[in-house]
């Protein structure tokens, strides 16, 4: 008798558990981490640094899809960030000049503009910045609604769905060592624009070290994400904020400054628009994209003033033609340069031209010192020399034949057209 209550039971209640399982599936929101790091170029395994061990990153991008035409909206933080941060050029909200501060300059975002996590929020995520480096200088005054709620990671991680936003100083200066994965200096891969001396090797070793103890600070936090049983229910996306502090990079709109690390990292079971290990060509504006696809996958509203798009997934919307950079005063140097880029050319506006490359960049790094001292000597050749020189007022390179962007082509009359 016992025996066939039981069976009558499972009987009725099989079509709630279906009805109920059914239910939890169609409602299951992914948890989206992104991790984003400070002044980092493509220096990693995956993207074809060989002097570099970056295990996790390279995992992730093994498990995921790793993008090798990001870029980002300008060549320092605050800018970019404050980009991220709203889903618009640092220009549409007044952010282009690097770190705008009150009483000097004091403004709020324009009439209608919120950073997007409030759109995250209102879908019904719990929204943190858990981690210990927090940069939050956007150019603009902190809106009323804050930006980010949680400051905990065990009680953000709690609340699912979640939205973490989680920063790392590295690879930013100054560049710590990493006594685990020492890199050979004698062995790292000079650009065509950068001079073989001892000081350029010294300083690109040390932030391509830096780049390792990063990874091994990623690991840790996936590893945290694995142990509370949340991996496989995570969107990860991994990028950089600008291109990193070393000669020709960061405060350029060549791509060593403004090319960004992507790793998207989707569970299987949340349906990703591609296999492991993908590998994506197709432009991505990391300023303008991030935002809308972040708002898309959390089952929000975008607004209509972002112009981005939803890069990833199976909505994924078309990949634009051009993407456009920007770059203005750095700190106490007044410049003005505006870029335009397909996949396979660049060009170049320069406001200022009297000015050096010298002028307007990080001036002072070792690199960039020593190498000054061997021009004022007359022993550059002419891509290393051309650093120290003026600027031309307009630049044009075809990045297929040119990747690192040494021959202006503006006036190659072959290029005429």
Known sequence: MKTVLRLLAALLLAPLAALQAADAATNTRPNILWILVDDIGLDLGCYGRKEVHTPNLDRLAAEGARYTRAFTPASVCSPCRSS????????????HNMRIYAPLVKHALP?????FTKYIRDAGYAVGMP?????????????????????????????????????????????????????????????????????????LGAYLEYVNLLDMQVGKLIDQLKS???YEKT???FTGDNGPAIHRGKCFL???????PLIVRVPAAIKPDFKPGAVIDELVATGIDLA?????WAGGKTPDYMKGRVFFGPDKQQAPEYIFGLRDRHDAEIDRIRSVRSKDFKYLRNYYPEKTYDEIGMNNVLATRAMREVFKQGKLPPEQAAYFQKKAEEELYDLEKDPFELRNLVDDPASSG
């Open 292 to 296: 809308p696809t972040f708002v898309h």
């Open 131 to 203: 981690s210990k480096y927090q940069k939050t200088d956007w150019g603009f005054e902190t809106p009323k609604a804050p930006a980010f709620d949680i400051k905990n990671w065990d009680e953000l991680i709690k609340k699912e769905p979640f939205f973490c936003e989680y920063q790392f100083a590295a690879p930013h200066r100054p560049f710590l060592p990493c006594k685990e994965h020492p890199v050979d200096r004698s062995k790292v891969q000079l650009a065509p624009f950068e001079a073989d001396l001892p000081e350029v090797r010294e300083e």
């Open 111 to 115: 009439e209608g503009v919120e950073c």
């Open 84 to 95: 991220f941060i709203t889903g618009l050029y640092p220009n549409q909200v007044f952010s």
């Open 235 to 237: 969107i990860i996306v």
């Open 254 to 260: 060549y791509d060593r400054g403004i090319a960004a």
């Open 228 to 230: 509370a049983g949340l």
